[in-house]
Nanobody
């Protein structure tokens, strides 16, 4: 059974930083890309960043230059480092892995950016 568990969310002031983690189990983690999405209240779920199985990153324009993405294959964990956070980054952040057949999602972790 595949499980993705996000952690690391919380309340942070504008300009602050957070690092989210996505711990995977039940899947051969190193074979797949890891995606991060976010969903603000009343809005659709939006793409944030992706890291391929070869560790090539892609970012949404809204976070480019502020967020970094990485992975630790031996630990089956992906990371989203978020810097210079803004109130508009407030959302529930989700980890996603697409196996080619099934889309797997974590339960999400809340990030709130507020003074």
């Amino acid at each position: 059974q595949v499980q993705l568990v996000e952690s690391g969310g919380g309340l942070v002031q504008p300009g602050g930083s957070l690092t989210l983690s996505c711990a995977a189990s039940g899947i051969t983690f190193n074979l797949y890309g890891v995606n991060w999405y976010r969903q603000a209240p009343g809005k659709q779920r939006d793409f944030v960043a992706r890291i391929t199985s070869s560790s090539i990153p892609t970012f949404a324009e809204a976070v480019k230059g502020r967020f970094a993405i990485s992975r630790d294959n031996p630990k089956n964990t992906g990371f989203l480092q978020m810097n210079d956070l803004k109130p508009e980054d407030t959302a529930v952040y989700y980890c996603n892995v697409y196996s080619g057949i099934t889309n797997y999602w974590g339960q999400g972790t809340q990030v709130t950016v507020s003074a």
